[in-house]
């Protein structure tokens, strides 16, 4: 176990050295904080919160030195106090550190340390001296006695870490405050550049992202979270006509041989994330995929009104831009299988195969045959069909779909495009635990669904072949169990009929055909997904899984986030034969395992001014098409949305015994 020597964090002092004492208190247990890779222990640690140190013989001039450089370097140069503040700070200390004299004793860089944190206008600039005025307050003697020969300072081993609340909240960990600054500065495609960088389907994603950023968004504090999935739908809509960017293979820094190619099943999300890094790194990539369109579950599964689908072949057709090639009506295990592609002289294989076989509600009277009868998945493929003119789909009489989530409301929002003459959504938990996105429910709401939370389905009426009802039976919650959450149970003699000509189970999805995904080397875990490590490696060597096969249905970011693991795993397999270690995906887990980001806000000054909304279709026109219901918003109101942006940047450094090995950023 990490021992702390000493340190200040959160204001209080820790010094194992001294007795214990109101003043000085043992740190909590810190977790996983005994290397930072294989071999090579943590000497000391510093944050926006304060510093902690593991080995006495750590220089806290050059360790500041450090961490104050990245300040300066990140700084964006809107107010004095950090501009110039973390530059004059920088170069004191690296005058000391050097055996120079300095321009700057401890008394004034402790003065522009509290300055910074005092008048600085974003959270960089506010937190960046913390540990600074930590140390020349709390342990100053341990600071002069570095510098009283002036000798020259050993340099260190380490890094520096720069994260937001909002970085560390999305699977993809984009830079979300550096994309805001783009669109400030009126440099849009700069701000599609930082996007890119993580994945390439930022229209799509501007669209129908569950937005983890804006859960963490620290404006929440003041008055409403930032609204980044808005200005990401913004920059992406800038990028069309003449001056679009144009994806070549010539963007390609280093082509690889003819003979480095890797095989992609699924041309979902995962899929097309996983392949576009990939070709950007060089190798060539095939797409096999069962339909006869790109896009997975985004292609079938979202409907227009969400996603306009000339949008999704927009993005997906970069694969196509940048050397990749789609293979459709090719299904795994029917027409080719792993072994098939190995022969042929893949590398690798990626599975992004998603979970598109719906889940049944397992109730009496339940048969997918049955005319009336969908699940979630075969419902929004059949919407696909009406909307692409393949095959006309008309509903009548009233329609209820069961579940909570973001399939259900799907369902029950084309319904009413469909004709549908009430639309019931039956959900046995309470609507405040609904899974599915809060715009996504008030949306439902705004087209004249009805809600019934606290009911479960028990049977399906027929009558002479046909649906006519659903028998449902109210449900109550229980008491809180240990760890708070409440369960839900049926109320006896509750039960009743709902009379409906069509029923929707949209409880859940899982994996197709996985007998015969088994059958090819496959391990498959008790959830029914496919088996697969923290680097994405499958059961079976030099085969890779990600997105929805390997978590259970999930989201559209969280899927094109394993996409580039995946990518950065495979590379590593073939050019070094195992995965590499990414110095800053361990810096994350430093965070996260131990809660460094503070669940609250630095006080800035701004003034309380409420987020800036898409524009939205009027609800009774909407309910009579397909249109995309929300629209780009200005260029004005994004700039003033990017203004509310409060960049709440942080700093960590981690001091180690030896060099950190060199993997990918």
């Known amino acids: ?56 013989t750590v220089s806290l001039v050059d360790a500041l030195f450090h961490y104050m450089n990245k300040a300066a370097e990140q700084s964006c140069g809107a107010c004095t106090p950090c501009r110039m503040g973390t530059v004059l700070v920088r170069d004191a200390l690296d005058k000391m550190r050097r055996g120079l004299d300095s321009p700057l004793d ?36 341990q600071i002069e006695s570095e510098t009283a020969n002036h000798m020259p300072i050993r340099g260190q081993h380490g890094m520096v870490y720069m994260t937001a609340p909002c970085i560390e ?19 849009p495609e700069n701000s599609l550049g930082v996007l890119l960088q993580k994945y390439p389907m930022a229209a799509t994603c ?70 576009y890094h990939l070709l950007l790194h060089g190798y060539h990539v095939d797409i096999f995929e069962k339909l006869d369109q790109a896009g997975g579950m985004a292609q079938i599964g979202i409907p227009n009104y969400r996603l306009p689908k000339d949008t999704l072949a927009m993005e997906t057709d970069i ?45 009496e009277g339940e048969d997918k045959s049955r005319q009336g009868y969908y699940t979630g998945i075969d419902f929004l493929l059949k919407v696909h069909d009406h909307v692409d003119g393949i095959e006309k789909l008309n509903l009548e009489g009233d329609v209820v779909v069961v579940g909570g989530g973001n399939v259900a409301m799907d369902c029950v929002r084309s319904a009413v495009r469909l004709g549908a003459q009430k639309t019931h959504l039956i959900y046995r938990r309470t609507r405040d635990a609904m899974p599915a996105d809060r715009e996504e429910i008030e949306a439902a709401d705004h087209e004249d669904i009805e809600f019934h939370t606290l009911c479960n389905p028990t049977k399906i009426i027929m009558e002479n072949g046909k649906i006519t009802g659903i028998e449902l039976i109210r449900m109550e919650e229980t008491e809180p169990d240990e760890s708070g959450r409440r369960n839900v149970r049926p109320i006896p003699g509750t039960e009743f009929v709902m009379p ?69 795993s495979i590379d590593d397999w073939i050019q070094v034969g195992t995965p590499r270690f990414f110095k800053r995906s361990r810096m994350r887990e430093l965070i996260n395992d131990n809660a460094f980001l503070a669940n609250d806000v630095v006080e800035a000054p ?60």
């Not at 983890?212 to 200005?231: N, P, S, W």
């Open 169 to 187: 909240a999305c699977p993809s960990k984009v830079n979300v405050p550096r994309y805001i600054d783009y669109i400030r500065d009126g440099k």
């Open 319 to 363: 694969i196509v831009d940048l050397g990749g090639r789609f293979m459709f009506g090719q299904q795994l295990g029917t027409d080719f299988t792993i072994d098939d592609l190995f022969a042929r002289g893949y590398k690798a294989v990626f599975l992004g195969l998603g979970c598109q076989e719906g889940t049944m509600l397992g109730l």
């Open 206 to 275: 501007g669209r129908v992202c569950v937005r983890y950023c804006e859960e963490a968004c620290r404006r929440q504090f003041v008055d409403e979270a930032v609204g980044i999935k808005t200005l990401k739908r913004f920059v992406a809509d800038q990028q069309k006509g003449p001056n679009a960017l144009k994806f070549t293979r010539d963007m390609i820094a280093k082509p690889l041989a003819e003979g480095m190619r890797v095989a992609v099943i699924g041309a979902g999300p995962a899929g097309i994330s996983c392949a």
């Open 500 to 568: 409906c000509t069509t029923v929707i189970a949209a409880i859940g999805q899982q994996v197709e055909n996985q007998a015969e995904i088994s059958n090819e080397g496959i391990d498959f875990n008790k959830w029914r997904c496919v088996e697969a490590d923290k680097s994405l490696t499958t059961s079976r060597p030099g085969v890779f899984a990600g997105g929805d096969c390997v978590t259970g249905p999930s989201t559209l970011i969280y899927a094109m986030s394993a996409g580039l693991k995946a990518a950065r």
């Open 606 to 665: 701004v003034r309380n001014e409420y987020r800036v909304h898409n524009p939205e279709l009027d609800p009774e026109l909407r309910k009579k098409m397909f249109g995309e219901v929300e629209q780009t918003i200005s260029k004005a109101e994004a700039y003033a949305e990017a203004q509310r942006c409060m960049r709440c940047y942080r700093l960590y450094s981690v001091i180690t015994q030896h060099a950190i090995p060199e993997g990918a950023a």
């Open 1 to 56: 176990m990490a021992k702390v020597v000493y340190g200040v964090w959160d204001g209080v002092v820790h010094d194992s050295r001294q007795p214990i004492s109101s003043t000085n208190t043992p740190i909590k247990t810190l977790k996983n904080f005994e290397e930072f890779d294989d071999g090579n222990p943590i000497r000391a640690f510093f944050a926006d919160r304060g510093f902690l140190v593991f080995d006495e």
């Open 106 to 141: 401890f008394d004034e860089i402790a003065m522009l340390g509290e300055q910074m944190q005092a008048t600085s206008l974003c959270g960089l600039g506010q937190t960046c001296a913390t540990a600074l005025v930590d140390v020349i307050k709390h342990f100053r003697d």
